[in-house]
């Protein structure tokens, strides 16, 4: 392998390894086990719907709605628990708004075909305003029941369970993008689309296949929030919107560049939150994260112009 090729294929990667000795050497209290548990269980929640777009964007589609969706399904099993109603069924709820929002805009696509950029946007209006309807716009907080929020907020050993969980996911999504048939499709069908319904792939149900698994994604990261926080309010995912556009992005210059990847997407939300805390514990101003935000998203973009002027407009 050349060295422009391996520039090209791990470069982000490597900056990251500078970015994490850089802050352990600069930032104080950076390195201390404390604090980087609590950077993994951030990167836990943002990769988590990370994973979720990432798939939307291997079948050149795009999600915007998961982060309000991601809320809705925390109003659900927020308002759901605060009723008595058992949190299991209450998860459930919330899982499944997370799958029928997918399932909808699945049906947008493929079916009406509203490109996804705008129909994921519509999506998204509709789940904030469903949000808002179902809170009154409140909070619902209380002490819930601690089976419950040990999802959340447990540990085993000095480990909190939610990184042991999202590593299960991240090997599960994995293992389905790129070892499985359905993966296979779902890849042929992003990259061509014609050549690949010509090849017998089912390509309407990748694409509603990928946008539920992002709407899943969402879903899951609402049971994580809502269990740690033992709150749900109506925009408490919206934090994660750029943040998660930003780490797929992020993982498309590595591994595989110019094509999403899980393994990227990962690690794009490892840099991403790792230099977000580096920036707090080194003094920076607030809005210096989002100057830095803004330029990985516009860094990125011009790596995969292409792949996302496709994916939002099906050109």
Known sequence: MTLKKIVETYGTFLAGIVLFLFLIAFAPNFASTANLLNVLKQVSFLSILAF??????ISSEL????????????????????????WPLAIVAGLATGIAAGLLNGFLVTVLKVPSLISTLGTASVANGL????????AFVGRWDPDFLYLGRGK??????????????????????????TGVHIQATGENEEAARRSGI???????????????????????????????????????????????????TMFTPAKANILGS??????????????????????IQDIMLGIIIIASVAVSASVLKRAAFAL
């Open 52 to 57: 979720g777009f990432t798939f939307a964007l």
């Open 63 to 86: 999600d915007l709605s998961f982060a309000n969706v991601c809320s809705l399904s925390a109003v659900v099993i927020g308002f759901l628990i605060s009723t008595e109603v058992a």
């Open 131 to 138: 949000a808002f309807m179902i809170t009154g716009g409140v």
């Open 156 to 181: 085993i050993g000095p480990v909190p369970v939610i990184i042991l969980f999202t590593l299960a996911i991240f090997a599960v999504a994995l293992v389905l993008s790129t070892q499985t048939r």
């Open 202 to 252: 089912n390509t309407r149900g990748c694409k509603v296949l990928a946008l539920t698994l992002s709407g899943l994604a969402a879903g899951l990261t609402a049971v994580f929030l809502v269990a740690n926080l033992s709150s749900a309010a109506p925009q408490m995912a919206g934090d994660f919107m750029l943040n998660g556009i930003a780490a797929t992005l992020l993982g498309m």
């Open 266 to 287: 990962f690690v794009g939300a490892l840099i991403i939150v790792m230099l977000s805390n580096g920036l707090v514990l080194l003094g920076a101003q607030y809005y």
